[in-house]
């Protein structure tokens, strides 16, 4: 027996003594399994819906019921624009990198512009509407909106998104490119889309996308 156990058992036997109950008669004892740390119990998830973000296939599948063709290619992780140039090979179209922020009333913007621009972010909140300068949101906030991870993020991440939770700005000199490159939710492999189906697939999620210079 386990310690847990005698101690049980010694626990009952006194009580059967003091009440009187025959050892045919006696109550019964279990040992429930203590949950597992971090494992929401069945109360803590009732009545709740609790939405898992998409993961790659299921955004390429998603994709495909717009009727939006794409081309995706893995390549190893990509945690910076300079590993995406070294490492990614021959992809054509242009290449995007995407910022994360947030202002003082914790909105949120992504902005996805090509991979060499430069965003003054002194600035940018001017130009995109902001309540005050912009920082960085972070890393939980990432993952809790867009479903990424950071080094993962994409304009792609706008379908895990509620709609209304999220200001979404795509550069316009960006655009001008008929193919766009991105991360389709993981930083090990790049998605190309049509321009004109990156606007219809950001339109189906609800997040029409604003279409400005967003760049110094």
Known sequence: Y??????????AAIWRKRTGIATGNQPHFCLR???????????????KEIKMPLNMQQL??????????VSTNQHPPLHTVADSKLLRGEIP??????????????QYFLLTVDE?????????????????????GGAETL?????????????FGAVNVKEGKLNLFL???????????????????????AAADLIMFLN?????PNILKLTA
């Not at 203590?34 to 929401?40: L, T």
């Not at 390429?60 to 063709?69: A, P, R, V």
């Open 2 to 11: 386990t310690r847990s156990t005698r101690l049980l058992a010694a626990a």
């Open 143 to 155: 993952l809790e909106l867009l479903g990424v991870v950071t080094g993962a993020v994409t304009v």
């Open 33 to 47: 399994r203590r949950r597992a740390a971090g494992r929401p119990s069945r109360q803590e998830t009732s009545g």
């Open 171 to 193: 550069d316009a000199g960006l655009m001008q490119n008929e193919i766009i490159n991105g991360h389709p939710l993981v930083n090990d492999a790049t998605t190309s889309i």
């Open 60 to 69: 390429l599948d998603y994709l495909q019921t717009l009727n939006i063709s």
């Open 116 to 136: 060499d621009a430069i965003v003054d972010l002194k600035t940018i909140h001017l130009v995109i509407g902001a309540a005050g300068k912009v920082s960085f």
């Open 204 to 208: 189906a999620t609800g997040h029409a």
């Open 93 to 106: 179209g242009g290449h995007t990198k995407n910022l994360f922020l947030k202002d003082r009333k914790d």
